[in-house]
T-cell receptor
């Protein structure tokens, strides 16, 4: 158990629908990062939140949005889903907050496998 | 942004063999990590190694930051080592390389 919790583990939904993926970072970590891993695209950085504020955006579609809540968990919202959105979505966290573990890099959750049919 | 390359893209080994995986990065980085993605898709953090050498059992890694590369050594490979090995480096954002797919045959 890495300490980063992602739910759900699997999600099957139809095109045009909207889903929400959830991530709880390691205790004490203030930063949350989202990544998408498609079959032919590798691991792509989507977005970074730090203590509730958006810090950086990567290759995130306008149909996708994210937020980080006061308890530091994060949600990734995917809307108007297309077949090409089928992928593994990973969340990672890193620590800089008081009580956070020493910085030994980014710790990844086990991912949410999204299948759009 | 920073570019990360990995070689070789694919590697097939017989159980018990040794291997070296390479990661090149295009600019100075302040974080370099190696991950193993197992056949179930889980990303396992192997090493956080922005510089120097670390060892963990049959695995070891070396990063030469001034020359912008890192190496992952796998000794006495086992079938459970199969999967994809990614390196990632942080410039402005944390970026992954394309991975090396390792297959260890019994």
């Amino acid at each position: 158990d890495s300490g980063v919790t992602q739910t759900p583990k699997h999600l099957i939904t139809a095109t045009g629908q909207r889903v929400t993926l959830r991530c709880s970072p390691r205790s004490g970590d203030l930063s949350v990062y989202w990544y998408q891993q498609s079959l032919d695209q590798g691991l792509q950085f989507l977005i970074h939140y730090y203590n509730g504020e958006e810090r950086a955006k990567g290759n995130i579609l306008e149909r996708f949005s994210a937020q980080q809540f006061p308890d530091l968990h994060s949600e990734l919202n995917l809307s108007s889903l297309e077949l090409g959105d089928s992928a593994l979505y990973f969340c990672a966290s890193s620590g800089y907050g008081q009580g956070a573990p020493p910085f030994y890099g980014y710790t990844f959750g086990s991912g949410t496998r999204l299948t759009v049919v | 942004g920073i570019q990360v390359e990995q070689s070789p893209p694919d590697l097939i080994l017989q159980e018990g063999a040794n291997s070296t995986l390479r990661c090149n990065f295009s600019d100075s980085v302040n974080n370099l990590q190696w991950f193993h993605q197992n056949p179930w898709g889980q990303l396992i953090n192997l090493f956080y190694i922005p510089s120097g050498t670390k060892q963990n059992g049959r695995l070891s890694a070396t990063t030469v930051a001034t020359e912008r590369y890192s190496l992952l050594y796998i000794s006495s490979s086992q079938t459970t080592d199969s999967g994809v090995y990614f390196c990632g480096a942080r410039g402005q954002n944390f970026v992954f390389g394309p991975g090396t797919r390792l297959s260890v045959l019994p």
